[in-house]
């Protein structure tokens, strides 16, 4: 039975890390200390005293992990940049070694036939800039642009696609506010929603750096992890409130949408925002309004693993509901987040539809406990469980309309899971922490046939099970 695929041609089908996650190395190669390195070595901070020193030792194993992700068959990966590797101290001397050791990997991607999406800052920030206020210094943002443009001229002639800051809602809220992740700090809204303008800013001048000091054309975009909500039904009041909800400014929540997002792919802050804010307004400087009306992202990334279900109110007026999940729904098993595959159709359309940019699904994975079997393999149902249904809603969203580019999986190995350390698996490949060997999992192989079929096996399977 042959089964056509929803996706399109060019669609970019791609694994992800982030350095600080796989790297290891951190005394090595001239790199600095970074907010995590200090993080995970602080008593209690992380699970059972985990830290990034060794990870998955990517440093050294760098080209048995590309020869992998020649094996998956993918044609493009994300993946993040050391800030320290490259500026030890986050401004001033460049080093050589980590120039070299990037040119190295960009050099066996390209040889394996594989396009790099490059992420800035993927939560790893310098120590030495932490140390004079971080995102709370608005002197945050020539730092990023300044380290922006040092990327675009070393690697420019590699990369096309960019990425100043991955999930900056997640750096704020969680770094500044509770303190579960680096730097660990419990700031009040009005420090919040500062720290949240700089790195605004810092996107808006990274996106100027990048395309004015790369030698070809650049692309660049965010990467987000936006609330994201879907309809109770298919009933068009339910569909309704849901996209209300999207774009409506929760006071008691920092994270709403319209300002993590309105700024970056708008130009500008939401006015039903701004009013929200009050004397907690950020403070902007001189020129940040025009860098953000100027940055027109190319693409956004959003980051997708669970959503929170809205539905319409008992009245028209009502404002849109909550509806709170069945006990017993599926969830991953680390973090408890509800499986929700439903929103891999339904944010790309309400983001398309407010600002008409296409989407790249930058994050999308699975937290499990997998270990290998008696028969030496990893066994991970779940896993293409949940990875299957995600991507059937995101290939259907598409023939709906939906203007999605790419589908970036998390994450190509096991590694560390910040503050839970190695309690948790993400990867298509495992990684064993004692002894670093690498196995692919069946999930490897599965996604495997998905990029060789560009999607088709998706349907196909579908299809054989409906028969």
């Known amino acids: 039975m042959t ?8 669609f970019a089908w ?13 005394h090595e190669g001239g790199r600095g200390s970074s907010i995590w390195d200090d993080f995970s070595h602080s ?18 194993r760098w080209p048995e992990d590309v020869a992998l992700m020649r094996a998956l068959g993918v044609k493009h990966y994300r993946l993040s940049l050391a800030w320290t590797r490259l500026l030890p101290d986050g401004t001033g001397a460049v080093n050589q070694a980590g120039l070299d050791f990037y040119r190295r990997i960009f050099a066996a991607l390209k040889n394996a036939d594989i396009e790099p999406w490059v992420t800035l800052n993927h939560w790893d920030y310098p120590s030495a800039l932490q140390m004079r206020g971080g995102w709370m210094n608005p002197d945050s943002v020539g730092w990023m642009a300044d380290y922006a443009a040092l990327c675009a001229q070393h690697f420019g002639d590699a990369v096309t696609n960019w990425m100043p800051i991955n999930e900056p809602q997640c750096i704020v809220l969680l770094g500044y506010q509770t303190g579960e992740h680096a730097p660990g700090w419990k700031l009040p809204r009005n420090a919040l929603l500062q720290a949240m303008h700089h790195t605004h800013v810092a996107t808006a001048k990274s996106a100027a750096a990048i395309r004015a000091n790369s030698p070809r054309k650049a692309l ?21 409130a849901c996209e209300r909800a999207m774009w409506t400014v929760n006071p008691e929540r920092v994270w709403s949408n319209p300002q993590w997002c309105d700024p970056l792919l708008a130009g500008r802050y939401d006015d039903a925002a701004m009013a929200v804010f009050g004397a907690d307004l950020p403070r902007r400087r001189l020129g940040d309004d025009e860098a953000l009306a100027a940055a027109e992202l190319d693409f956004c990334g959003i980051n997708c693993y669970s959503a929170t279900v809205y539905g319409a109110g008992a009245a028209p007026s009502d404002a849109p509901r909550v509806i709170p999940f069945a006990p017993g729904s599926p969830t991953t098993t680390q973090n408890n987040w509800i499986v929700t595959p439903s929103m891999m159709r339904w944010c790309p359309r309400w983001f398309n539809r407010r600002y008409n940019v296409p989407i790249v699904i930058t994050e999308n994975g699975h937290q499990n406990l997998d270990s290998v079997a008696l028969d030496g393999q990893v066994h991970d149902p779940q896993r293409i469980d949940y990875l299957h249904r995600y991507l059937a809603e995101l290939g259907r969203g598409i023939a709906e309309g939906n203007d999605v580019r790419g589908y970036f999986c998390w994450t190509m190995m096991d590694n560390f899971e910040w503050s839970l350390g190695y309690n948790v698996r993400v990867g298509l490949v495992h990684v064993d922490f004692q002894t670093l060997k690498r196995t692919p999992k069946d999930s490897f192989a599965w996604y495997r046939e998905v990029v060789r079929t560009h999607g088709a096996s998706l349907g196909a399977l579908a299809a054989k099970q409906a028969h």
């Open 3 to 10: 089964v056509a695929s929803n996706f399109p041609t060019n």
């Open 14 to 26: 791609g694994t992800a890390s982030a350095s600080y996650q796989i790297e290891g190395g951190v």
């Open 43 to 60: 008593p209690g901070k992380v699970f059972q005293g985990h830290t990034g020193d060794v990870a998955c030792d990517h440093f050294h």
């Open 220 to 240: 660049v975009g965010c990467a987000l992890a936006a609330d994201q909500f879907i309809p109770a039904s298919e009933s068009a009041a339910d569909i309704a």
